[in-house]
């Protein structure tokens, strides 16, 4: 199963250097945030740029993830005031697991 994470590309570029990617999401981490937010599909992820990213002007990329080759957790969530699940990676993001990286277009 795949699944979908939209990071700063600044991000991605230095995890693509340290060889795993530790950010939860814009402006937080792994270690503050305890999972890494993911999305199931394209619907998700354009949601997740609309109600979080909007003032965000660095470049955006999009990674493809293949779930089993993360070697952590990805648990379905209801995050608190949402209404569909979401998947939530328990633990960092190797590099190898991502399998596609894509520019993020508005």
Same mark, same amino acid.
Do not use: K, N
């Given at each position: 199963?795949? +699944?979908?994470?939209?990071?700063?590309?600044?991000?991605?570029?230095?995890?693509? /250097?340290?060889?795993? !990617?530790? =950010?939860?999401?814009?402006? /937080?981490? $792994?270690?503050?945030?305890?999972? +890494?937010?993911?999305?199931? #599909?394209? #619907?998700?992820?354009?949601?997740?740029?609309?109600? !979080?990213?909007?003032?965000?002007?660095?470049? $955006?990329?999009?990674?493809? =993830? #293949?779930? *089993?080759?993360? *070697?952590? @957790?990805?648990?379905?969530? =209801?995050?608190?005031?949402?209404?569909?699940?979401? @998947?939530? +990676?328990? *633990?960092?993001?190797?590099?190898?697991?991502?399998?596609?990286?894509?520019?993020?277009?508005?």
């Amino acid at each position: 199963m795949t +699944i979908l994470h939209l990071a700063l590309a600044g991000d991605w570029a230095e995890a693509a /250097r340290a060889g795993e !990617y530790r =950010v939860s999401t814009l402006g /937080r981490t $792994l270690a503050e945030e305890g999972f +890494i937010h993911a999305c199931a #599909d394209l #619907d998700q992820l354009r949601g997740v740029a609309e109600r !979080y990213y909007t003032g965000v002007t660095e470049p $955006l990329v999009v990674l493809t =993830v #293949d779930q *089993g080759r993360l *070697g952590c @957790p990805v648990l379905l969530e =209801v995050p608190p005031g949402a209404e569909e699940a979401f @998947p939530h +990676i328990y *633990g960092p993001l190797p590099v190898e697991a991502v399998v596609s990286v894509s520019p993020f277009a508005r």
